[in-house]
């Protein structure tokens, strides 16, 4: 999609959260790789997310908007929505009050929800290559867990049918690459036409 994007004269620039920064990356280790979180509350990762996601916005999304170009963002707000308010179960209520602060008014126009059978993901995410000298401290929840992170997160496309778009994750990746094409020239979203 960035080829695609570029070739019709775009500038886009591809982050990832938790991280695309110096001070996000090393949140993310904390959040990810350390063996010091372990025990890390639910509070504490909600935070910690929201601190990434805000310095990643203030220092680089907002400036790369600001100079007219399309971001694409390995996840972003909805992840924390999910995550740590429905499958942590820390009120929504708060968790979109952090998530609000953090993102500073900085909303995606799209979003691409990649769906799959909890079970089947995990399956997947075992498959992929991974550092001998440390361990995904998010990837070892239980499968209800993800359970519910799905039904979260499919729950919030129903309620934003107009940003969230379904694509089925057991697809190829050329065949969910065309599907996303196809709903970014269909809605514009500053996308221009040939």
């Known amino acids: 999609m960035q080829g695609a994007l570029r070739e019709r004269g775009r500038q886009v620039l591809v982050v990832r959260e938790p991280g695309g920064s110096a001070v996000g990356e090393q949140i993310r280790h904390i959040l990810k790789y350390s063996a010091d979180s372990r025990g890390m509350t639910p509070e504490a990762e909600l935070l910690l997310f929201a601190a990434s996601r805000a310095q990643l916005t203030r220092e680089v999304i907002r400036p790369a908007l600001d100079a007219g170009m399309i971001v694409i963002s390995d996840r972003f707000r909805d992840s924390t929505t999910v995550y740590q ?110």
């Open 85 to 194: 308010g429905v499958a942590r179960r820390i009120p929504g209520a708060f968790v979109e009050e952090v998530n609000a602060f953090a993102v500073a008014g900085c909303e995606p126009e799209v979003t691409f929800l990649l769906d799959m059978d909890a079970a089947e993901a995990m399956q997947r995410a075992r498959l992929r290559p991974r550092r001998a000298d440390r361990e995904d401290r998010m990837e070892q929840e239980p499968i209800a867990f993800y359970q519910a992170v799905r039904d979260g997160y499919l729950a919030l496309a129903r309620a934003n049918p107009k940003r969230i778009f379904v694509l089925n994750a057991a697809a190829s990746e050329s065949v969910i690459a065309a599907q996303a094409w196809a709903i970014l020239e269909e809605s514009f979203h500053g996308i221009p036409r040939d």
